[in-house]
């Protein structure tokens, strides 16, 4: 059973109706009389939590949220640069190859790339960009293929799925460019930093800790 494809879910959303404001609010009163109220519908953040974070920026958009964080640590991320070697490059080909791995979904800006190419190609700029990552949403996938289509990218533009660390690792050194449009805030990504150990350029929105 889905709502609004999106699975069934119970925290507070204001863009609800009233019917799933009501059917939420009817399983709230059914889980507390099962439960004699020993799980309850609103909860708080616990306090004194021992919290690790990848990055400052992570800490810091969590501490806006209201996360309780006092307790918190930074562990920086750290990449095998073994796996990673530097390759020197002498400059930026033709055509510009660009690479963009991450999960095919809206949070992760993919198609944004599609918009970076489009310019390039306006201003005589030759380019080939190839997207690497698993396919999360269907729709914005097949948003993205319309796109490549409607604007003639098809010899421009190649999609490989999920590939293991070491055949990533030579996307990077074949690779002049790799574009890192996240909007995602948190997050583990260890990208910036895979691709700056491969002597890719690294251009980036500043979120998922590649701010630092």
């Known amino acids: 059973s889905k709502i609004h494809n999106r699975g069934l879910y119970f925290y507070k959303n204001e863009k609800d109706s009233f019917i799933k404001n009501t059917l939420k609010e009817s399983i709230y009163l059914l889980v507390?009389?099962?439960?004699?109220?020993?799980?309850?519908?609103?909860?708080?953040?616990?306090?004194?939590?021992?919290?690790?974070?990848?990055?400052?920026?992570?800490?810091?958009?969590?501490?806006?949220?209201?996360?309780?964080?006092?307790?918190?640590?930074?562990?920086?991320?750290?990449?095998?640069?073994?796996?990673?070697?530097?390759?020197?490059?002498?400059?930026?080909?033709?055509?510009?190859?660009?690479?963009?791995?991450?999960?095919?979904?809206?949070?992760?800006?993919?198609?944004?790339?599609?918009?970076?190419?489009?310019?390039?190609?306006?201003?005589?700029?030759?380019?080939?960009?190839?997207?690497?990552?698993?396919?999360?949403?269907?729709?914005?996938?097949?948003?993205?293929?319309?796109?490549?289509?409607?604007?003639?990218?098809?010899?421009v533009v190649e999609y490989v799925p999920m590939v293991p660390q070491l055949q990533l690792a030579e996307f990077y050194r074949n690779s002049d460019i790799c574009f890192f449009p996240s909007y995602l805030q948190p997050g583990f990504s260890r990208t910036s930093l895979e691709a700056m150990a491969s002597g890719c350029a690294f251009i980036t929105y500043g979120n998922e800790g590649s701010k630092e």
């Open 32 to 155: 507390s009389l099962v439960t004699a109220n020993l799980i309850v519908p609103h909860w708080t953040w616990p306090q004194s939590m021992r919290i690790y974070f990848n990055c400052n920026s992570a800490l810091k958009y969590s501490q806006e949220g209201g996360v309780p964080v006092e307790n918190a640590r930074v562990i920086y991320s750290g990449i095998d640069v073994q796996k990673f070697p530097f390759q020197l490059r002498e400059g930026v080909g033709s055509p510009v190859h660009i690479l963009l791995p991450g999960r095919i979904t809206p949070i992760k800006g993919t198609r944004d790339s599609l918009d970076l190419v489009n310019e390039l190609l306006k201003r005589g700029i030759k380019v080939k960009l190839r997207i690497v990552g698993k396919i999360q949403s269907e729709e914005y996938f097949t948003e993205i293929e319309i796109m490549i289509k409607k604007d003639g990218l098809d010899d």
